[in-house]
Nanobody, 124 residues
Framework: QVQLVESGGGSVQAGGSQRLSCAAS????????MGWFRQVPEKEREFVAT????????YCADSLKDRFTISRDNAKNTVYLQMNSLKPEDTAVYYC?????????????????WGQGTQVTVSS
C-alpha cells in the first residue's frame, strides 16, 4: 500500500512558476513508476508527465515538455513537478500517481495509487 500526498498548489500569475511535490509513504518508493496528471471539471484526466523508479528516464506530454519537468528524490520518497511559464489553461487539479514495477506510464489506468490532488490556479 502506498499513500500519496500532493502539496505546492495554489494561485499564481500567468508567466510564473510553481513546483508541486508528492510525498509517498512506504520503504520501496524507488520500485514505483510515478506520474502526474491533471483534470479540469467536466473533462477527462490528462497525462502530464511520468518518471521511472530510478529517475533515469522521464517523459512529458508533448504540449508541456518545454515548460514542465518531472523529477524525484528517492531518499525523500518524493516526486516533483516543476512548472514554468504557467498559463491560465494550466489551471487544474493536479494528481500524482504510483504504479508498481519501476516503469513509468502514460495511461492513468496503469496506476494503482493516487493522491487526493492539489489545485493550481493560474490567473491572467
Amino acid at each position: 500500500q502506498v499513500q500519496l500526498v500532493e502539496s505546492g498548489g495554489g494561485s499564481v500569475q500567468a508567466g510564473g512558476s510553481q513546483r508541486l511535490s508528492c510525498a509517498a509513504s512506504g520503504r520501496t518508493f524507488s520500485s514505483y513508476g510515478m506520474g502526474w496528471f491533471r483534470q479540469v471539471p467536466e473533462k477527462e484526466r490528462e497525462f502530464v508527465a511520468t518518471i521511472t523508479g530510478s529517475g533515469s528516464s522521464t517523459y512529458c506530454a508533448d504540449s508541456l515538455k518545454d515548460r514542465f519537468t518531472i523529477s524525484r528524490d528517492n531518499a525523500k520518497n518524493t516526486v516533483y513537478l516543476q512548472m514554468n511559464s504557467l498559463k491560465p489553461e494550466d489551471t487544474a487539479v493536479y494528481y500524482c500517481a504510483a504504479r508498481p514495477g519501476y516503469r513509468g506510464a502514460v495511461s492513468e489506468y496503469e496506476y494503482t495509487y493516487w493522491g487526493q490532488g492539489t489545485q493550481v490556479t493560474v490567473s491572467s
